[in-house]
């Protein structure tokens, strides 16, 4: 079965410095995966995805991903925070033969500091 | 506009008490799923539906009921059994569980306090 792991519960980043989430999966087959945002008392909201083809992934808001098969890694990185870009981000794998729901990591809250 | 809207925002309710959450999508997708959260917990899957009339227990089920009659509906009724109700409960729907076809669209959500 398939599995991620987040690392880092809490990261905290100063506005304008580099924004690191990671995001590593356990699966024997090649995984779909995805990486979604949750602001204070709101639902989730797809950041951005790897299906097939490129394995760089460019999402909403300044995000991007790389999908690195030999690592099994998926992390979301941003160039230079905002204040905006505080709120809790979520990892999230399946499979193309799969009949089960998306597997989700725990989640890390991302702080912003000015 | 097509969604997934998710009604009352925010309910309370005494111990006791049954409770049932709505969920409705227009997006025509066969998938539904609750999930449960609680602070630093993540997100825990408590139901899931894959077509009408057909539903799954997730992780957490014990103390939650579902049915899906109609394609757009998938309430969740919060029993007197479970023993911890108050949680932020999340309603999504997915087009199907396959490969990129599992990519789920959330609602807003719903607070739900137990007094």
């Known amino acids: 079965a398939q599995s991620v792991t987040q690392l880092g519960s809490h990261v905290s980043v100063s506005e304008g410095a580099l924004v690191l989430l990671r995001c590593n999966y356990s699966?024997?087959?090649?995984?779909?995966l995805f990486w979604y945002v949750q602001y204070p008392n709101q639902g989730l909201q797809l950041l951005l995805k790897y299906t097939t083809g490129a394995t760089l992934v460019k999402g909403i808001n300044g995000f991007e991903a790389e999908f690195k098969k030999s690592e099994t890694s998926f992390h979301l990185t941003k160039p230079s925070a905002h204040m905006s870009d505080a709120a809790e981000y979520f990892c999230a794998v399946t499979l193309n033969s799969g009949n089960t729901p998306l597997v989700f990591g725990k989640g890390t809250r991302l702080s912003v500091i000015a | 506009d097509g969604g997934i809207t998710q009604s009352p925002k925010y309910l309370f309710r005494k111990e006791g008490q049954n409770v049932t959450l709505s969920c409705e999508q227009n997006l025509n997708h066969d998938a539904m799923y609750w999930y449960r959260q609680d602070p630093g917990q993540g997100l825990r899957l408590i139901y899931y539906?894959?077509?009408?009339?057909?539903?799954q227990k997730g992780d957490i089920a014990e103390g939650y009921s579902v049915s899906r009659e109609k394609k757009e509906s998938f309430p969740l009724t919060v029993t007197s059994a479970q023993k911890n109700p108050t949680a932020f409960y999340l309603c999504?729907?997915?087009?199907?569980?396959?490969?990129?076809?599992?990519?789920?669209?959330f609602g807003p959500g719903t607070r739900l306090t137990v007094l």
């Open positions: 699966s024997s087959v090649p995984p779909y």
């Open positions: 539906s894959q077509i009408v009339n057909d539903f």
């Open positions: 999504a729907s997915s087009i199907d569980l396959a490969g990129p076809y599992n990519e789920q669209f």
